[in-house]
């Protein structure tokens, strides 16, 4: 080998050195949340800069107390989503996430490490439930889509899932609605995040269920996570189950 070739691959090597360790420094300083692991601390860090730069995130900062247990329940409109949240918040999110998504080869490893809570959707459903009220009663924050799946905007109004409400009750949790908006991948899960947005998570004040039934708690959680369009419609189901049951019982 050349004196020349020599000398370059020694300065490649160099740059390389320097250049990745300048990659690590960027990350670690956008970190935000204590993960516990350092490599965890410097991925926060990428998914903050990710989300920052390329779908030009814009947020409020979530109302999440310093410690404490806490439920996030967020609209969820593509595979973008949990890294939005992840960028906003100040603490570690842990994530009910499907088994099918959960079981992806090439991401369960990562998933298992962030501590994401696969869900069984026909099977056992109760398993997550129990493992969601653990993470809570250990002062933990779990997030979670009460819609079950993703629903758009313009989608026809659906309940959202029982689960979330049934935690709050069984842990004494408050539930911190959030809002994801401008994802340009709407309905697309993996292709989300490579596509670039302009993306705003609204953080709202927690909601209370004490003294509250499942339905009314609901209702109420449906209504700040809709779109104001659907407010004024009128079109929450939570809403017209009661109107129903009223009139069955008139």
């Known amino acids: ?35 516990g692991r350092r490599w965890l601390n410097r991925l926060d860090g990428l998914n903050r800069i990710l989300c920052r ?14 410690s404490g247990g806490v439920l996030v329940a967020s609209n969820h409109v593509s595979g973008l ?30 998933l298992r490490a962030v501590g994401c809570i696969p869900v069984e959707r026909t ?11 653990e993470a809570l009663e250990r002062g933990e924050v779990v ?21 979330i409400v049934l935690l709050a009750r069984m842990t004494g949790a408050p539930i911190l609605p959030v809002r994801v908006e401008g994802v340009r991948g709407q309905g697309r899960t993996v292709a989300a995040v490579f596509i670039p947005s302009r993306a705003r998570v609204q953080g709202f004040s927690p909601l209370q269920c004490d003294g ?14 809709a779109p104001p369009q659907a407010r004024a ?4 189901p939570h809403r017209s189950r009661h109107s129903r049951r009223r009139r069955a019982q008139d």
Do not use: Q
């Open 53 to 66: 730069r390329f779908h030009r995130l814009n947020h409020d900062a979530l109302n999440l107390p310093a």
């Open 81 to 110: 989503d949990p890294l939005l949240l992840l960028a906003a918040s100040p603490r570690p999110l842990r994530f009910l996430i499907a088994r099918e998504e959960y079981d992806r080869w090439w991401l369960r490893w990562l």
């Open 212 to 225: 509250l039934s499942v339905e009314d708690c609901l209702e109420k959680l449906w209504d700040i996570l």
């Open 1 to 35: 080998m050349s004196t020349l070739a020599i000398t370059l691959l020694i300065s490649g090597i160099v740059l390389f050195v320097f250049l990745w360790r300048k990659f690590l420094r960027a990350c670690e300083a956008a970190n935000g949340a204590d993960w």
């Open 123 to 133: 099977r056992n459903p109760r398993a997550a439930l129990y493992a969601a009220r």
């Open 143 to 163: 997030a979670l889509f009460p819609h079950g799946r993703i629903h758009l905007d313009h989608h026809p109004p659906t309940p959202l899932k029982r689960g």
């Open 233 to 236: 419609g009128h079109e929450n």
